[in-house]
Nanobody
Framework: QVQLQESGPGLVKPSQTLSLTCIVS??????????WSWIRQPPGKGLEWLGV???????YYSPSLKSRTSISRDTSKNQFSLQLSSVTPEDTAVYYC???????????????????????WGQGTQVTVSS
């Protein structure tokens, strides 16, 4: 069973870049057909998918956040990372990383997702954007 753990600062100032890392254990992020996503849940709202990095290193982002989002990986550490630039208080949310081996086409991942859309989830980390 793959396990994921998010890490990063819990407080980010407006206009700065939010940076989070997801450490994966129990499996390799380069295992064929696996895709690794970042998802967030703002207070009182549903789960919003931000983007994905696949086992081959290819990436795809939510169109609404594409200009501010970057996902990268470090295969030597078996981890992948999120960077969200120019943050505002509206980016305050619980951020999750998730993995799945059954998604055929990353371009079909909807912006609003549910817990069952991904097989493995991290526990989530609260990020607050405030001065």
């Amino acid at each position: 069973q793959v396990q994921l753990q998010e890490s990063g600062p819990g407080l980010v100032k407006p206009s700065q870049t939010l940076s989070l890392t997801c450490i994966v254990s129990g499996g390799s992020i380069t295992t064929k057909h696996y895709v690794w996503s970042w998802i967030r849940q703002p207070p009182g709202k549903g789960l919003e998918w931000l983007g994905v990095i696949a086992y081959d290193g290819s990436t795809y982002y939510s169109p609404s956040l594409k200009s501010r989002t970057s996902i990268s990986r470090d295969t030597s550490k078996n981890q992948f990372s999120l960077q969200l630039s120019s943050v505002t208080p509206e980016d305050t949310a619980v951020y999750y990383c998730a993995g799945d081996s059954t998604i055929v086409a990353v371009t079909t991942i909807p912006t609003q997702v549910g817990e069952t859309d991904f097989g493995s989830w991290g526990q989530g980390t609260q990020v607050t954007v405030s001065s």
